[in-house]
């Protein structure tokens, strides 16, 4: 099966840089990806980690470390939009659709003035 | 672009009653969809792969007779919720996977926000 795991809450600056951890284990491997869902609304893409690596995407930064099955979503330049749920997520369910997503259970980012 | 809409954004029906929400890919065709269930401060939970022309394949735990799914068209799949429930108000998400970008990217509906007296 899959399973995710990453900060329930992560409290940071306007303007800081964050950075949010997940680890993961899968029966087997396709990529890392990282959502972002505004309260009541729907969950929009923001990258995508097939490789080990820092991959680079204006304010937003995601890598992934295979060996350590760990990946982390950096955000820079904080803004207060920023405040959302973030999610990480592995290809593949429990019912053998392979193409579902399993998500981790969210990072509540709350950016303070 | 890469749009996906669903319809309706919010129902509240009466329990034993059934509920049908529409996801349509707008300018894309969508082999394969997805249905996704989303409580209150909580995660998205797949429930199906919704596959056109064919069954959909659902995840564990997840009533087939209950969620039914028909994916009729490469645009078109729709949840019907049979006999609701108070426990099935939930937010319902669907997705789709264009073909043309990378694999892992999902498109994202709105969301149907049910709620069963």
């Known amino acids: 099966g899959q399973s995710l795991e990453q900060p329930s809450e992560v409290t940071a600056v306007e303007g800081a840089i964050v950075q949010i951890n997940c680890t993961y284990q899968t029966s087997g491997f396709y990529g890392l990806s990282w959502y972002q869902q505004h309260d009541g609304g729907a969950p929009t893409f923001l990258s995508y980690?097939?490789?080990?690596g820092l991959e680079e995407t204006g304010r937003f930064s995601s890598f992934l470390s295979r060996s350590d099955s760990y990946g982390y979503l950096l955000l820079q330049e904080l803004q207060m939009k920023d405040s959302a749920s973030y999610f990480c997520?592995?290809?593949?369910?429990?019912?053998?659709?392979?193409?579902?997503?399993?998500f981790g259970k969210g990072t509540h980012l709350i950016i303070q003035p | 672009g890469a749009v996906v809409s669903q319809h309706p954004s919010r129902v509240i029906c009466k329990s034993g009653t059934s509920v049908k929400i529409e996801c349509r890919s707008l300018d894309f065709q969508a082999t394969t969809m997805f249905w996704y269930r989303q409580f209150p401060k909580q995660s998205l939970m797949l429930m199906a792969t919704?596959?056109?022309?064919?069954?959909?394949?659902?995840e564990q735990g997840v009533e087939k007779d209950k969620f039914l799914i028909n994916h009729a068209s490469l645009t078109l799949s729709t949840l019907t919720v049979t006999s609701a429930h108070p426990e099935d108000s939930s937010f319902y998400i669907c997705?789709?996977?264009?073909?043309?970008?990378?694999?892992?990217?999902?498109?994202f509906g709105p969301g149907t926000r049910l709620t069963v007296l």
């Open positions: 980690n097939a490789l080990d």
């Open positions: 919704s596959n056109e022309g064919s069954k959909a394949t659902y």
């Open positions: 997705s789709a996977r264009n073909r043309q970008r990378i694999y892992n990217e999902q498109f």
């Open positions: 997520a592995v290809r593949g369910g429990t019912g053998g659709g392979a193409d579902g997503l399993t």
